[in-house]
């Protein structure tokens, strides 16, 4: 078997698709591209698939990653034209390459991710600048907490400043750019979502009524490594 790693991305409708249906999805469009598949042992062999942290639903992804099990080798370029032509509108692949078969899954070795958070001009009246002030007196906070329920329904106080790596905003012809960097593994996972949360509480900025675009720029791996490194 060969391990390779598929970098795609998910825009406009497509990011509607549930991580369930994006698993169904690429199933599908792997065997409508001919690869030759790697499938499970046992009474209900699945395909040998590895995914990255779900996109939660509604968001952006421009840098995402699965990795893929293949019988057999294959050229990497070959791959990405194989899934191109029959990727539904929304989903890209924009590269594949081969790692190492015994390399740890890739979901363990993403440490942080990168956002982008799109805001409309006209929706921020007091500036950029008023905007970009309070991120920095955020930055500059020994604990930020949030409200968040767990699975069994109960609500706890979660400081998320350990997780909130880079924040920063810039002005971008009618919009305004909110870039955030922070950490998403299994031991600390901070979400785009709870960042805006705190601003709104702290700055009274990015109320309800905003229309904010979220999207994931990119996943990386501990101290920023680049997880689409090739053989």
């Known amino acids: 078997m060969t391990r390779y790693r598929i970098r795609y991305s998910k825009e406009g409708a497509a990011r509607f698709i549930s991580h369930l249906d994006m698993v169904r999805t690429f199933e599908r469009v792997v065997r409508r591209a001919s690869l030759p598949l790697s499938l499970s042992e046992g009474f209900n062999p699945h395909p040998k698939f590895g995914f990255g942290f779900p996109l939660p639903v509604g968001m952006a992804g421009q840098n995402e990653y699965v990795d893929l099990m293949l019988d057999s080798a294959m050229d990497p370029e070959q791959i990405v034209c194989s899934l191109e032509r029959v990727m539904p509108p929304g989903l890209r692949v924009t590269g594949a390459c081969l790692v190492e078969e015994k390399s740890p899954a890739l979901m363990a070795q993403i440490e942080r991710s990168v956002y982008q958070v799109r805001a409309a001009r006209e ?8 905007l970009r002030k309070c991120l920095e007196d955020m930055m500059g906070m020994r ?4 409200g968040r329920r767990k699975k069994d329904g109960r609500n706890v106080i979660f400081d998320i400043r350990p997780g909130l ?3 920063s905003v810039r002005e971008e012809e009618a919009a305004l750019i909110i870039e955030m960097e922070l950490m998403t593994s299994s031991s600390l996972n901070v979400r785009p979502e709870e960042v805006i949360e705190a601003v709104r509480g702290r700055c009274g900025l990015l ?3 905003c229309h904010l675009y979220f999207t994931r720029t990119g996943i990386v791996g501990p101290g920023g490594r680049d997880l689409f490194i090739c053989l």
């Open 165 to 167: 790596l880079a924040f």
């Open 143 to 146: 604990e930020i907490t949030i």
């Open 123 to 130: 929706e921020l009246p007091k500036g950029v600048e008023t």
């Open 207 to 209: 109320n309800n009524d």
